[in-house]
Every structure is written in structure tokens, then in C-alpha cells.
């Protein structure tokens, strides 16, 4: 049994899939299945069940590839961490998120950390869902992941950054963008733009309404927030969304933006496998975004809500 054994398997244990490995890996399928194969003898038992589509980890394999998955990641961190003590200030930091989050909440503070360390890489993987931001910090050589926060996540610690309030972004023609703000109960029965059913932050809305008993129907569906906006401005219908830091939208232009404060604040902020096994520059880089999101948050408060709360790193 090898590590590089153990990192195959658990790869394979979460793409449900030799080939997919396979290609990643850049080798054959039947490479991969050998790494497999001599885990299964060693361990006497069979680690993967074959299905039509893939495979599935056996309750043994989920056994191992839970075990596996814990030991690589701190190993990984420990690696990180000795090369930082080794380099000093030229390390890297490895970032997960969504396609648009860097834009919104990042810009200023990345410009601010490379001025501070200029040798640090700075690396950033997109992904479409808070969802696959977990498994990809689970899986990957991840330091952090920025993510709308949400229910506890195993092996994962969520910190909420930033609260957002949530606004109906319609055209200045409309008959509801004049109000100084709008109440759930005006949604009733209006066709949203709305986020995928696998975000986070789509769900948290969905959980709102259904509390509060709010009827809503949908015909289109887009893959962020900024795809909301402009299909709002457009005129192709009403979007619920999160008043993003650094948003200006002018007054005089074809959108509004009109509060709805009886919906709960929306909170973001940073997830990660175990604080305390961050390295420094990662924590260093975590720290100079929480400052900075609220701080942009701060700027960004639309008339109609009270106020709106971060929280301490």
C-alpha cells in the first residue's frame, strides 16, 4: 500500500469513475485499476462496486477512502506548511470559488496582498456551487474556499465573513421600481430569473419562502448572480438576489435595485478544512479579504435595510 495508492483510490472514490481518473491522471484506465487492486489485497476485502455508469465505494472502501482522504489532506497541509518555513515569503495560496466572487469580493484585496508579498502564487479554481467548492477543498491541494455558508459540512469549518441583504433587481419602467422597498408577499406568483436548485445561496431563498409562505414560479434559470442582473436590466423578467460588495448600479440607468427587508441576510465567508492548519501567507490572504469584503460592504448598504453584520476571523 502507497500513498500514491491511497490518492488514486480516493480520487476514483469521488468521480465514480476509472476513466475519468484515468484522464486526469494521464494514464491508462488499467493503471489506475492496478492502484485499486492492490489496495483491495492488502485490505482482503473489495473496495469499489462496478454499476453501469461507474463505481461506487463499498462500505469498506467509504471506510478507507473517509480514513484516506483525512490523512492526505493534513499530509498535504504539512507539506504546505514545511515549504512556507523553507521559502519564507514565496510560498503559494490556493483558492476555490465561484466564477464571479473574486471580482466582487477579492480585487482590492488580492492587489493588497501582492504588494505585501510579491512572490507569493496566487491560485484560483472556479467552481459552480458552494457544494463543489467542499469537495473540491476536500479533495484538492486547497487552502481555502469562499462559499455562501450554509449547513455544517463534515471535515469542513465555515466562517461567515459578510452578511448580504437581498434586493428585486427590476427595470426602472417597471411598476415596483419606484418603491422605496418591496415585501415578500409582492413576489407572489411573479416569475423569477433565478439561481440553479444546487446553490447554496438559490436554497437558503427557497427555505425563506417557503417560511414564509411565498409562491413563486421560474421559466429562467442562470448560472450567477451577474447573469441575473443583466436579464433583469434586459426585461426578461424579476431576479432575488444578494446586494454583492462593490455593486454600483446608477440611479438614472435602466435597473433598480429595491430592498426587501423581511428576507433574512444572506451570510458568505470563508470555509476550510481546519483553521489551525492554515498556513500563514493562506491566513495572512483570508484576513486581508474579510477586511476588505466588509469593508466594500459597508460602501454597498442600499436604502431600506438597517444595517448589516460581519464577523470577526
Not at 29 to 46: D, F, I, M, P, Y
Not at 49 to 57: L, N, S
Not at 219 to 236: F, K, P, Q, R
Request: hydrophobic residues 45%; proline residues 6%.
Amino acid at each position: 500500500m502507497t500513498l500514491d495508492d491511497l490518492r488514486v483510490f480516493v480520487a476514483v472514490c469521488r468521480a465514480g469513475s476509472l476513466s475519468a481518473v484515468a484522464r486526469e491522471l494521464a494514464c491508462t484506465q488499467s493503471a489506475v485499476s492496478q492502484h485499486v487492486k492492490r489496495l483491495e489485497r492488502e485490505a482482503g476485502v473489495s473496495l469499489l462496486e462496478r454499476q453501469p455508469r461507474g463505481v461506487v465505494p463499498t462500505h469498506a472502501g467509504r471506510v478507507l477512502c473517509d480514513a484516506a482522504s483525512d490523512s492526505i489532506a493534513g499530509l498535504d497541509l504539512a507539506l504546505r506548511r514545511l515549504g512556507d518555513l523553507v521559502n519564507g515569503d514565496s510560498g503559494s495560496v490556493r483558492v476555490t470559488t465561484g466564477g464571479t466572487t473574486v471580482r466582487h469580493f477579492m480585487s482590492e484585496a488580492i492587489v493588497t496582498f501582492r504588494q505585501r508579498y510579491p512572490k507569493v502564487s496566487l491560485e484560483f479554481q472556479t467552481e459552480t456551487s458552494s457544494r463543489n467548492c467542499f469537495d473540491a477543498l476536500i479533495a484538492g491541494n486547497l487552502d481555502l474556499a469562499w462559499v455562501t455558508i450554509g449547513s455544517p459540512v463534515r471535515g469542513i469549518e465555515q466562517r461567515p465573513v459578510v452578511l448580504l441583504p437581498w434586493v428585486l433587481a427590476v427595470r426602472a419602467d417597471d411598476p415596483l421600481a419606484g418603491r422605496p422597498c418591496v415585501s415578500t408577499a409582492d413576489l407572489t406568483d411573479v416569475s423569477l430569473i433565478r439561481l440553479p436548485q444546487n446553490s447554496t445561496s438559490g436554497a437558503r431563498l427557497d427555505a425563506a419562502f417557503a417560511e414564509l409562505g411565498v409562491r413563486t414560479s421560474s421559466d429562467t434559470s442562470v448560472a450567477d448572480w451577474d447573469t441575473a442582473l443583466l436579464l433583469a436590466e434586459l426585461g426578461l423578467g424579476h431576479a432575488v438576489v444578494p446586494v454583492l460588495p462593490g455593486w454600483q448600479i446608477p440611479g438614472d440607468g435602466p435597473l433598480r435595485l429595491v430592498p426587501i427587508p423581511d428576507l433574512p441576510l444572506l451570510p458568505v465567508g470563508w470555509a476550510v478544512r481546519r483553521w489551525d492548519a492554515l498556513t500563514p501567507l493562506a491566513r495572512v490572504f483570508a484576513d486581508t479579504v474579510a477586511h476588505s469584503s466588509m469593508e466594500k460592504a459597508a460602501n454597498t448598504q442600499p436604502e431600506g435595510h438597517a444595517g448589516r453584520d460581519g464577523a470577526d476571523q
